[in-house]
């Protein structure tokens, strides 16, 4: 669930549970819960009780008494309890998602616990072998496409952010098509401001009445924010809807999951212009559709709407990498949230209005330690 949070445990602690009745054992900063496994350990229990309230990475990796399969760490990770403080001053010790953070209790369904950690560069190699599901190394699409992961798999891995070296794309498709999946933010701009320039003089001029046709564009802009959140909300979380299948999966990544899976990445950010045409065509028929009356009233709202879109990219890069001023800073916190803590909620990126109006707006207490019995 969104927003459930690991607790973290002292060294004491972990090394109290040493028993049948209790059999914890920690990997790095990690904590696991075995005591239901204790029986059903193929060498045997008493194997798993001499290790019992101890850290078992080395015996793991031990090639002379035994290299353990991928299972076992499988079997790992769905008896992952929480984490271990690395020491009584506080210092950052825990990992996210393998690549390093702190000491701090993380949400379990992102696996952090700050939005800092939505920028700790993540050990590809161990990410991997820990949770089997992208390799950074290789190019990501035929990844998933040639996968056969499961939609539970695959929605649960997405939300669990990953960060790329040196700030740096990811692969996607690894050929020539790499560069059309990038876009940078000052596109944006470029593109569509002078469009939406040309079309709101346009619209102003032939509807001839200044007040008339600045009502028609601020109500375009107005409208965005709810497509806006509509968008957000069920088309890019259609989490719950996705079809179970690599054709479903494949493009859920491609529209909004890779976001969410590399959240930080500068180029795979704001919506790359085709993908804007195809998604701004019916809202252009629907202005005309209801406008019908005055093609210049349908322009008119249509620009203010499109207008409406440029602000949200720029928004949306701003509040990942940028620096702003104390309003902003409280929208950037806000929407960082919704990566790192809780997904399901909070799909206003230009406001909360809407989150507000609809009951999702994200309130999410920090971490705090709570201690397992």
Same mark, same amino acid.
């Given at each position: ?13 972990? @090394? ?5 009745? +209790? ?41 002379? +008494?035994?290299? /353990? ?7 790992? @990770?769905?008896?992952?309890? %929480?984490?271990?403080? !690395?020491?009584?001053? %506080? ?12 000491? @701090? ?19 590809? !190699?161990?990410?991997?072998?820990? =949770? ?13 496409w040639n996968? %056969? ?19 740096? +794309? ?49 109500? %375009?802009?107005?409208? *965005? ?6 968008? /957000? ?18 493009? =859920? ?34 202005? =005309? ?5 005055? *093609? ?29 001023p104390q ?10 949230? =919704? /990566?790192f803590a ?8 230009? !406001?909360?209005? *809407? ?19």
């Amino acid at each position: 669930m969104p927003g459930r949070v690991l607790p973290t445990f002292t060294s004491a602690e972990v @090394e109290s549970h040493n028993n049948a009745k +209790s059999c914890y054992v920690t990997v790095g900063s990690k904590v696991y819960d075995l005591t239901s496994f204790v029986d059903d350990h193929p060498g045997g229990g008493d194997l798993v009780l001499d290790y019992a309230g101890k850290d078992v990475k080395e015996i793991l990796r031990d090639a002379v +008494s035994h290299e /353990h399969s991928e299972a076992a760490y499988e079997i790992l @990770e769905e008896s992952l309890i %929480g984490f271990i403080a !690395s020491d009584s001053t %506080g210092k950052q010790g825990t990992k996210v998602n393998g690549v390093g953070g702190t000491n @701090e209790p993380v949400y379990a369904s992102t696996g952090m616990s700050r939005e800092e950690d939505l920028s700790v560069e993540t050990d590809y !190699s161990q990410d991997y072998k820990t =949770h089997k599901f992208l390799d950074l190394n290789k190019p990501l699409l035929m990844q998933l496409w040639n996968s %056969g992961f499961s939609k539970e798999f695959y929605l649960d891995q997405i939300h669990r952010p990953r960060h790329y070296k040196g700030g740096e +794309s990811a692969p996607l498709f690894g050929n020539f098509l790499e560069p059309l999946s990038k876009t940078a933010w000052y596109v944006v701009p470029i593109i569509w401001l002078p469009p939406v320039t040309y079309g709101t003089f346009v619209g102003f001029a032939g509807l001839g009445n200044v007040p008339a046709a600045a009502t028609y564009w601020a109500g %375009g802009l107005f409208l *965005w924010t709810l497509i806006e959140y509509l968008m /957000h909300r069920f088309l890019f979380h259609i989490d719950r809807y996705l079809p179970d299948n690599r054709v479903g999966l494949t493009l =859920h990544f491609l529209l909004h999951g890779i976001h969410h899976y590399l959240p930080m990445d500068k180029y795979r950010l704001v919506m790359p212009p085709a993908l804007f045409i195809i998604l701004a065509t019916p809202f252009w028929r629907l202005a =005309h559709a209801v406008f019908f009356y005055n *093609w210049y009233a349908a322009v008119t709202v249509f620009c203010g709407g499109v207008f409406g879109y440029i602000c949200y990219d720029l928004t949306h890069y701003f509040l990942h990498h940028r620096k702003l001023p104390q309003f902003y800073q409280d929208l950037k916190k806000y929407h960082l949230q =919704h /990566h790192f803590a809780d997904f399901d909620n909070g799909f206003g990126v230009t !406001s909360r209005f *809407w989150d507000r109006i609809f009951g999702t707006e994200l309130v999410t207490p920090a971490p705090k330690d709570v201690k397992r019995q």
